[in-house]
């Protein structure tokens, strides 16, 4: 796969792009190019991927060398607990290295002062989940142990080697992982506040599927039905979106849509019901007149009527219309089904 992106970059900012060396980056002139990203499409839960990528970086830099760590983020599903499933190192014309977890206490430069953000979740504030729809993911971020010196007028040939074991939740998985690459000193900022000139690289990488034998989640296909947030517990508040544009069958009719529940299990084995109704409180409203987005948000612990002592595991549903016509999992009669858990 070769994904590609141009970044324009002006005069001395070309130094700050030197610490993008190992995550498929070009540099030539005022192109800044990802242009090669290997990893798997397929994957077993458990086992551990190999994602490497290769660079050449051209410098420039006004004055004299500068010192910094390189600085990489990924962008994984939470279930896969990156952090401690991931370990990433380098081999470049500068030497090779190994790279290290970012402390969560560090700051993100460009944030500094203002919100004082991590790294994690500066690249998530600015990079939200790439091109996946549900937001069940993080960015994983490390930088080197060793800082390097950077001079004016080298090339810099490297390479970057992501090894993570992957679907540690064992669930069958699909998503996009993104990749973010700065370096230390300036982060995920601009040159001068400049837009169009930022010291820092983003891309997306391809759809990947990792197979394991719990649920699958997809994380990055439009779903007939998706939550919000995807893993939550009986006291949280919880959104259901509807998406009536994947209707192949337009088996609902008009605009009045229902949450139906047919059951809710409880961990103590009890099978609840009577919570499939027309009425406001399970009404799904739709986002705008044209987006074919119909969404309800709700408490599960009030809305399911559960004592203190119980505790909801799973529950099965369909989304119906004013006349109980039903809409269930691909299109079909049977039920969505939810399962309720936390990371």
Not at 254 to 275: A, E, I, Q, R
Not at 281 to 290: F, G, I, K, V
């Amino acid at each position: 796969m070769r994904p590609n992106f141009n970044i324009h970059i002006k005069g001395r900012s070309l130094w700050k792009i030197c610490a993008l060396v190992g995550l498929g980056i070009v540099l030539t002139c005022c192109v800044l190019q990802i242009y090669n990203i290997n990893q798997p499409i397929t994957a077993t839960a458990g086992s551990t991927i190999t994602i490497t990528t290769r660079d050449s970086v051209s410098t420039n830099i006004d004055g004299n060398p500068i010192l910094t760590n390189f600085v990489v983020g990924i962008l994984l599903p939470k279930g896969f607990a990156g952090a401690t499933n991931t370990t990433v190192s380098y081999t470049s014309s500068l030497g090779n290295g190994q790279m290290q977890l970012m402390p969560s206490t560090a700051i993100e430069p460009s944030t500094a002062g203002s919100s004082n953000l991590s790294y994690s979740a500066s690249m998530l504030a600015k990079f939200g989940i790439g091109n996946n729809l549900i937001n069940d993911l993080e960015w994983v971020v490390f930088r080197s142990v060793n800082q390097v010196s950077i001079a004016s007028g080298v090339v810099i040939l490297g390479n970057v080697t992501f090894q993570i074991k992957v679907g540690a939740d064992g669930n069958t998985t699909i998503f996009k992982p993104a990749y973010v690459i700065c370096e230390s000193n300036d982060g995920l900022g601009y040159f001068v506040g400049n837009l169009s000139d930022p010291f820092f690289a983003f891309n997306n990488g391809a759809r990947m599927t990792v197979n394991g034998p719990g649920d699958i989640l997809d994380l990055c296909d439009p779903q007939l039905t998706s939550f919000n947030p995807p893993n939550a517990l009986q006291n949280d508040l919880l959104t259901i979106t509807y998406n009536e544009g994947l209707d192949s069958l337009k088996l609902l009719k008009g605009n009045k849509l229902y949450l139906c529940v047919d059951t809710v299990y409880t961990s103590d084995g009890k099978k609840l019901t009577g919570f499939c109704s027309q009425t406001e409180q399970t009404q799904l409203l739709e986002t705008s007149s044209t987006s074919n987005l119909y969404t309800l948000t709700f408490w599960p612990a009030s809305f399911f009527k559960l004592s203190s002592t119980q505790t909801l595991v799973e529950m099965a549903y369909h989304i119906i219309d004013a006349n109980g016509n039903k809409v269930g999992l691909n299109d079909s009669s049977a039920p969505f089904i939810y399962k309720f858990s936390c990371n």
